[in-house]
């Protein structure tokens, strides 16, 4: 499959059926975000792995939708602010580094007939606590990863006129 192809397949899945991510998809997922590349090579991600029952439905209080918790898997990533490149206006990327890492694990699980869910809109407090994250430690993004019970949508985006600029604005 071309790359094209596999961002075209990557699709937000809220349904998953029961069948369980094998060791192997999940390590594989998990190398990809290991292996994201990240500014000056500073690597401020941390991911932490929910497979049990009990550990998913705590983390469900944060972001409270059945079918987020329901998964096999919830994969949360954090990053280490004072650990990320800063640029010289201030401009700190470890959230850009932890992006590019769930990125990566959402197109790698793609790849693999897994599905994701980017979820962005959770209550970081309670991620926070129900995770024990150290200070400094952010939680940046977190995604179910599972089968997906319903078959790949097709996407609405802009046209390519509509997002590009050449040249200048």
């Known amino acids: 499959m071309s790359f094209l192809d596999l961002v075209k397949k990557r699709f937000s899945v809220r349904e998953y059926d029961s069948q369980p991510v094998s060791d192997q998809d999940l390590e ?4 990809a975000g290991r292996l994201a590349p990240s500014a000056a090579n500073r690597q401020p991600i941390h991911i ?6 009990d550990r998913r439905r705590d983390l469900g209080v944060s972001y409270p939708r059945d079918w987020f918790w329901k998964v096999p898997v919830i994969l949360v990533v954090c990053v280490e602010t004072a650990r990320g490149w800063v640029r010289t206006d201030g401009k700190n990327y470890a959230d850009v580094d932890g992006a590019i890492a769930m990125d990566h694990m ?3 699980a793609a790849d693999l007939g897994l599905g994701t ?3 962005g809109a959770f209550d970081p407090v309670k991620v ?3 995770l024990n994250l150290p200070e400094g430690v952010e ?3 977190m995604t179910p990863l599972g089968h997906p019970a319903e078959p790949v949508r097709a996407k609405s ?3 390519l006129e509509e997002v590009v600029r050449r040249e200048s604005w």
């Open 28 to 31: 594989a997922v998990l190398e």
């Open 48 to 53: 932490i792995v929910l497979r049990t029952e």
């Open 106 to 108: 959402t197109l790698c």
């Open 117 to 119: 869910c980017w979820i």
């Open 128 to 130: 926070r606590r129900i």
């Open 139 to 141: 939680p940046l993004a």
């Open 157 to 159: 985006r802009k046209t």
